[in-house]
């Protein structure tokens, strides 16, 4: 049914309600254009209902669950806890999912952007129809657009999603606790959810393709939090090649390779999360002239332009890290471009964290990046063993690495596996977009104790004053 022949005009739509959507229209309605966001499933996109968020409130549940029954006798605290799981994904859902998203369509509304419920496809360079529930459509035109539209995870040969093949998402809205779990894809989502379980009380092990899980960070960060995963009883096997999952219906069995040799394991559920792809082959966009490369990412330039001068393409459907900072990082120069503001992207800092047990964030060059760039530099380490706020925490697992200049001590990239690393490490990140040097970081008092010390024992080091190393 045709709702709507005649077109609404808008002056800036975008299109999703992801990390990078709703960003950007929030930053183009601040900059005075007429904004409508349209969505087709939920606000807050793949990071607050399904990516991000939802896996970090499993994962703190985890800790909660593990501390009480493995990690506090230490400290003198003995006791044995049991798992309502059906409570903990109530809180996940309710309490952190929905209070989240419902606080993103407030500051929508809040900021005039309206919002549309309904499936976006572009009919021509300026109009773009939205389908709603009961087939009603609606033709709107717009003078610049964002498409924010994300990703969709990758389906591999012989694991069809479905009953007990299960997708990130699927795995972070289990009904229960698996006793066996067996995730396909050591990469940070593999590595958190697997990890997660593993401290609910599930049996994991880990298969992954390459020559080490989180393949983004170095290695010496990884044997750290692999350690951690090791001591938790997880199972990790790398160069290993998933070939097919079998439903057997109450187990599901997972027939794998390792150096051509066949394996299978059999377990309650497999996950499969080897990468994610982008949400943009049924939009019609090839049709108007909007370039993507053979992966389906949209080209862009350096102020997420596309080739279609007022179209713009920002987050999981550009080339680059499919991280939700990163969306809306691209969603706010987007909105800046629209405004006629001389912004443009500048990746120099760009943060990965994966949340493991240990946490492990990588921020700017590293040491072999910044040598392939002709820098001169040096790494710096301080280990977390010579921090006192991390020896009280008992989370003494861990280091520190400044990359630095050698002539001047500038900072241009900086590492961290352990306890806290993914906020002590934004104070690396400023240092890097600020161009500091180490004794900048050296001048600060840093509050004692505290885990933010880290960083100016690591500058110290960089200067060749070390005080606690
Ligand atoms: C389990 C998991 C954990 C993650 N953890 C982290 C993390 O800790 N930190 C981090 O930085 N990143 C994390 N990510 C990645 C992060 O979620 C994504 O990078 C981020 O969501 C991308 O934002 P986006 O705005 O590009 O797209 P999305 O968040 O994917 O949003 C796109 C939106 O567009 C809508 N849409 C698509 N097509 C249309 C259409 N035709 N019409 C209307 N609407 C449409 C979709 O419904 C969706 O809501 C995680 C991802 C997963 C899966």
Not at 108 to 120: D, S, T
Not at 184 to 198: D, F, K, N, P, T
Not at 385 to 392: E, Q, V
Request: proline share 3%.
């Amino acid at each position: 049914m045709v709702v709507g022949a005649m077109a609404i005009e808008l002056d800036t739509v975008v299109v999703g309600a992801g990390p990078g959507g709703y960003v950007a229209a929030i930053r183009a309605a601040e900059d005075g254009q007429k904004v409508a966001i349209i969505e087709r499933e939920y606000i807050g996109g793949v990071c607050l209902n399904v990516g991000c968020i939802p896996s970090k409130a499993l994962i703190q549940a985890g800790h909660a669950y593990h501390n009480a029954n493995h990690g506090s006798e230490i400290f003198g605290v003995d006791s044995k806890a049991t798992l309502d799981f059906t409570k903990t994904q109530e809180w996940k859902d309710n309490k952190v999912v929905k209070t989240l998203t419902g606080g993103v369509e407030m500051l929508l509304k809040k900021h005039k952007v309206q919002i549309i419920r309904g499936e976006a496809y572009f009919n021509g360079s300026h109009e773009l129809t939205v389908m709603g529930k009961d087939d009603t459509h609606q033709l709107y035109s717009f003078n610049n657009a964002i498409v924010a539209t994300g990703s969709t995870p990758i389906q591999i040969k012989g694991f069809k999603f479905g009953g007990r093949v299960i997708d990130s998402t699927g795995a972070l809205n289990l009904k229960e606790v698996p006793k066996k779990l067996v995730v396909i894809g050591g990469g940070v989502i593999g590595s958190e959810l697997g990890s997660a379980y593993a401290n609910l009380g599930s049996q994991v092990t880990i298969l992954e393709g390459s020559a080490q899980i989180l393949p983004n960070f170095e290695k010496d960060l990884v044997a750290v939090v692999q350690k951690g995963m090791k001591a938790k009883g997880m199972d990790i096997h790398v160069k290993a090649m998933a070939k097919e999952a079998i439903d057997n219906g109450d187990s599901v069995t997972v027939k794998y390779e390792v150096d051509g040799k066949a394996n299978e394991i059999v377990a309650d559920y497999v996950l499969v999360c080897v990468g994610r792809r982008p949400n943009t082959s049924n939009l019609g966009l090839e049709a108007i002239g909007v370039k993507m490369n053979e992966r389906g990412l949209i080209e862009v330039d350096n102020q997420g332009r596309t080739s279609v001068d007022h179209i713009f393409a920002i987050g999981d459907i550009v080339p680059g890290a499919a991280l939700a900072h990163k969306a809306s990082y691209e969603g706010k120069v987007a909105a800046a471009a629209i405004a006629g503001k001389p912004a443009a992207v500048d990746y120099r800092v760009m943060p990965s964290v994966a949340f493991t047990d240990p946490e492990v964030a990588s921020y700017g060059l590293t040491e072999k990046q910044a040598k392939e760039k002709g820098l001169n530099v040096k790494s710096t380490k301080f280990p977390l063993a010579g921090n006192g706020r991390a020896l009280s925490l008992n989370q003494t697992e861990g280091f520190l690495r400044l990359v630095a200049t050698k002539e001047d001590h500038v900072i241009v990239g900086a590492q961290m596996v352990g306890v806290g690393a993914s906020d002590v490490m934004a104070e690396a990140g400023l240092a890097i977009e600020a161009g500091m040097n180490a004794e900048d970081i050296t001048l600060t008092i840093h509050g004692h104790p505290s885990l933010g010390e880290i960083m100016m024992d690591t500058a110290e080091g960089v200067l060749g004053q070390a005080i606690h190393m």
